[in-house]
């Protein structure tokens, strides 16, 4: 399955770009296996032929947040913000599958390359110990008590370091932490409100993105102190010209 | 004549092209243990169950809630002193306990699991409100009210889809996946 979505991408000479942390691993290491182990590539492709693909695995797999920050850079990011998130306390969360199973020379404990992106848009990254531990993933519908479990967790700890906001690079991380957190409440007797927000939603408002644009608006945990930060934010700035 | 395996010896061989150490290298230190944070969840934490499958007490093994307690997180694997790929080895089990059919009455994992992929075998795409379904009537009322209040919020907000969509070439995927897996019937 991975497999075909890789040869869909070579056949268009193109680089693989997933918005998802369990996917990216997943094509990550596929593409690895098939470029190591020749009579898995061949078998692989005995099945792609049944619709006429073929895979070579020299397609490049890629996190979006690796587009940004190694492609694009941070550098170039930093010139480009327009609206930078000045004092707004981030919370990288890096969660599991973007630095594990372990890929060549990564950090898989302390990573910092999040909390670099959240430097270039000129918020404050906050340090907190659970970044890297999971969201309980799709727990969420197998094991709902644990995962609620491991939300709480992770939201307590972004509570305790005052977090406005929690950066995520992952939708499903996104949907436990903010669809769920609720539900959390609810369970636990917490009163959590701690907006969750995919990263290309904090990085297009610091480029000035509308945040109709970004699907700000849609969230169920209200972003309104994010934007109500952002927009005087914009008044200290106007102020600033004049 | 060739002589059965044990148990021990399949679940070995199951992970035998995966990039870890074999299982019986474990020196049962717990960290598995310690670093899990499912583990609260679990009957038997990671680091007693490797030791089960090392004694070949099949039938707790498989009857075990551990690997389905799984999130994938792969925390352990990366800290694992003798370089056992653990998720590995849960991902292994989940599999093997599908294929005997032997697993925990009132686990969602194993039903899940397969609702999951006839779905993409139909449609070529995951849709939730097909799934649902299957697995929200064992949450019990309050567990479904809470599903339900989630589910009506994000309708509300537009992120829910109405309607499946299919993929392009659906019927190229199955004929492909045919190649892999046998999907039942003569081929």
Redesign the interface.
């Known amino acids: 399955?991975v497999a075909?979505n890789l040869a869909l991408a070579e056949k268009e000479g193109l680089d693989f770009v997933a918005p998802c942390s369990g996917c990216y691993k997943n094509a990550y290491f596929t593409n690895i296996h098939l470029q190591e182990d020749p009579d898995l590539a061949d078998?692989?492709n005995?099945?792609?032929a049944?619709?006429?693909l073929h895979i070579d695995g020299t397609t490049q797999v890629k996190h979006l947040i690796e587009v940004f920050i190694d492609d694009v850079g941070l550098e170039e990011i930093e010139k480009t913000v327009t609206r930078p998130l000045k004092g707004l306390r981030v919370a990288p969360y890096y969660?599991?599958?973007l630095v594990?199973?372990?890929k060549d020379d990564e950090d898989?404990?302390n990573p910092q390359f999040f909390e670099g992106l959240i430097s270039a848009i000129g918020a404050d990254p906050v340090d907190y110990g659970t970044k890297?531990?999971?969201c309980?993933?799709?727990?969420i519908?197998?094991?709902?008590?644990?995962?609620l479990?491991?939300v709480y967790?992770l939201l307590q700890d972004a509570a305790n370091r005052n977090t406005d906001v929690i950066a995520t690079i992952c939708p499903m991380c996104n949907i436990n932490l903010e669809?769920?957190q609720?539900?959390v409440n609810?369970e636990y007797g917490t009163d959590f409100s701690i907006p969750a927000m995919y990263f290309t939603q904090l990085l297009g408002l610091a480029l000035g993105v509308a945040p109709g644009r970004l699907g700000i608006g849609?969230?169920?945990v209200s972003m309104a102190p994010t934007l109500l930060f952002y927009q005087s934010e914009q008044v200290g700035d106007r102020a600033g010209e004049r | 004549m060739a002589t059965e395996l044990t148990f021990s010896e399949e679940i070995s061989n199951l992970l035998y092209a995966a990039e870890g150490n074999p299982i019986n290298t474990c020196i049962q230190c717990g960290t598995c243990a310690g670093t899990c944070p499912a583990v609260e969840f679990m009957d038997h934490t990671p680091r007693v169950l490797i030791g089960m499958i090392g004694a070949n007490l099949k039938d707790e093994v498989l009857n075990s809630n551990t690997f389905w307690s799984c999130s994938s997180c792969y925390h352990c694997t990366v800290r694992c002193p003798a370089g056992i790929d653990i998720t590995g080895l849960m991902y292994a089990l989940k599999r093997y306990s599908m294929w005997k059919e032997q697993y925990q009455e009132d686990l969602i994992g194993p039903e899940f699991s397969e609702s999951f992929v006839k779905m993409i075998m139909r449609t070529g795409r995951s849709f939730e409100p097909v799934l649902a379904p299957t697995y929200v009537t064992k949450y019990g009322t309050r567990g479904m009210i809470e599903e339900a209040r989630t589910a009506s919020a994000l309708f509300l907000k537009g992120r829910l889809p109405m309607l499946p969509k299919k993929i392009k070439g659906i019927e190229n995927l199955r004929q492909m996946v045919k190649r892999i897996i046998p999907v039942g019937g003569p081929s």
Do not use: W
């Open positions: 399955m075909r078998h692989i005995f099945a792609l049944a619709d006429n969660g599991c599958q594990r199973p372990k898989v404990e890297t531990r999971c309980g993933g799709s727990l519908i197998t094991n709902r008590k644990a995962a479990d491991m967790e669809v769920y609720r539900q609810r849609k969230e169920l």
